[in-house]
């Protein structure tokens, strides 16, 4: 029987369906801006505009009653080289200096401590977590006329327990030499943030590492030296950073405890002692009337910021990798 001869059909082929190009569709793009909108306003009017009016004001010889008058860099060189006309910027700049070399280390050194004992604890650690996280959330007036009175010459009690011991009273917030030790002292009392960052960094520490160095023989020394502290080299660094820039814009604190309770009276403690830069800036532009003064001081700030952070990136953090 003769096999049947089957014609060759043709090749068709499929005709690739329509797919969906990846990305958004025209509705979804409308429901992103509409939700990213709020950020973006609150961007553009109160972080954006202000800053862009400043950075203009910082040219003119302007005051709060008048039109600014355009002087170009006048305001900027009389800051930094006209003594006599503007006779505290450098006291400022040396008080702010002296305090972010004292308080950052000294916060840093006890949010470490804390840390350290809150992640040995194992029983009631959220308690004690929270009594030491709650000088952060305290309103910094609270703070200050706490601390006012605690450094009261007369009735404060750290005097009181200084002469249980036999120190002699001292008038911490009118003595020169006092005043930024105190006020880095309650920076310290305030590391809450800090030990809470510090107290993460500690739990990522893998165990394993801990139980080799205990294997290999290792002290609770050793251990700290030898395991915690290298393994915590980018959590200090990021508080090394974050800690200056906030040391260096310090003002609020300063502000409640020597203005005595009445905002016109401050003037930064005995002798300029406790006269930061942003205390300055505040007194030029709702003291004195230097408004433009004033806002070539915030971008003078804002330039030494970038350049003292850009220095840390620079050196410390090659350290720290």
Same mark, same amino acid.
């Given at each position: 029987?003769?096999?049947?001869?089957?014609?060759?059909?043709?090749?068709?082929?499929?005709?690739?369906?329509?797919?969906?190009?990846?990305?958004?569709?025209?509705?979804?793009?409308?429901?992103?801006? $509409?939700?990213?909108?709020?950020?973006?306003?609150?961007?553009?009017?109160?972080?954006?505009?202000?800053?862009?009016?400043?950075?203009?004001?910082?040219?003119?010889?302007?005051?709060?009653?008048?039109?600014?008058?355009? @002087?170009?860099?006048?305001?900027?060189?009389?800051?930094?080289?006209?003594?006599?006309?503007?006779?505290?910027?450098?006291?400022?700049?040396?008080?702010?200096?002296?305090?972010?070399?004292?308080?950052?280390?000294?916060?840093?050194?006890?949010?470490?401590?804390?840390? $350290?004992?809150?992640?040995?604890?194992?029983?009631?650690?959220?308690?004690?977590?929270?009594?030491?996280?709650?000088?952060?959330?305290?309103?910094?007036?609270?703070?200050?006329?706490?601390?006012?009175?605690?450094?009261?010459?007369?009735?404060?009690?750290?005097?009181?327990?200084?002469?249980? @011991?036999?120190?002699?009273?001292?008038?911490?917030?009118?003595?020169?030499?006092?005043?930024?030790?105190?006020?880095?002292?309650?920076?310290?009392?305030?590391?809450?943030?800090?030990?809470?960052?510090?107290?993460?960094?500690?739990?990522?520490?893998?165990?394993?590492?801990?139980?080799?160095?205990?294997?290999?023989?290792?002290?609770?020394?050793?251990?700290?030296?030898?395991?915690?502290?290298?393994?915590?080299?980018?959590?200090?660094?990021?508080?090394?950073?974050?800690? @200056?820039?906030?040391?260096?814009?310090?003002?609020?604190?300063?502000?409640?405890?020597?203005?005595?309770?009445?905002?016109?009276?401050?003037?930064?403690?005995?002798?300029?002692?406790?006269?930061?830069?942003?205390?300055?800036?505040?007194?030029?532009?709702?003291?004195?009337?230097?408004?433009?003064?004033?806002?070539?001081?915030?971008?003078?700030?804002?330039?030494?910021?970038?350049?003292?952070?850009?220095?840390?990136?620079?050196?410390?953090?090659?350290? @720290?990798?």
């Amino acid at each position: 029987m003769a096999t049947p001869v089957v014609a060759d059909r043709p090749t068709v082929t499929p005709r690739p369906g329509r797919r969906r190009r990846p990305g958004f569709g025209g509705s979804d793009r409308v429901i992103g801006w $509409l939700l990213i909108a709020p950020a973006m306003v609150y961007f553009i009017v109160f972080l954006l505009y202000p800053a862009l009016a400043a950075l203009y004001y910082s040219f003119t010889d302007w005051n709060l009653r008048s039109a600014p008058n355009w @002087v170009g860099l006048t305001n900027y060189t009389d800051l930094l080289f006209d003594d006599a006309k503007y006779p505290h910027f450098w006291q400022s700049v040396k008080v702010t200096l002296q305090y972010t070399l004292i308080a950052v280390p000294l916060t840093m050194g006890t949010a470490l401590c804390q840390a $350290l004992l809150l992640n040995a604890i194992r029983r009631g650690s959220n308690l004690f977590r929270l009594l030491l996280f709650l000088p952060v959330v305290t309103a910094e007036t609270a703070v200050g006329a706490i601390w006012r009175w605690l450094y009261d010459p007369q009735y404060g009690l750290i005097n009181v327990f200084l002469g249980l @011991v036999g120190i002699p009273r001292q008038n911490w917030l009118n003595t020169p030499e006092l005043v930024i030790p105190a006020l880095a002292f309650i920076a310290a009392w305030q590391c809450g943030i800090s030990m809470i960052i510090y107290l993460a960094g500690l739990k990522g520490i893998p165990s394993s590492i801990r139980e080799a160095a205990i294997i290999d023989g290792a002290g609770p020394v050793q251990r700290f030296w030898k395991v915690v502290v290298p393994m915590l080299r980018p959590t200090t660094f990021y508080l090394l950073v974050t800690g @200056v820039i906030a040391a260096l814009q310090v003002f609020g604190l300063v502000y409640v405890i020597f203005s005595g309770g009445g905002g016109r009276s401050v003037t930064g403690g005995p002798e300029q002692s406790g006269l930061t830069y942003v205390l300055h800036l505040y007194l030029f532009a709702f003291r004195y009337d230097a408004m433009g003064a004033a806002c070539a001081m915030s971008f003078i700030l804002l330039t030494f910021i970038m350049i003292i952070t850009a220095l840390q990136f620079r050196f410390v953090k090659q350290e @720290v990798s």
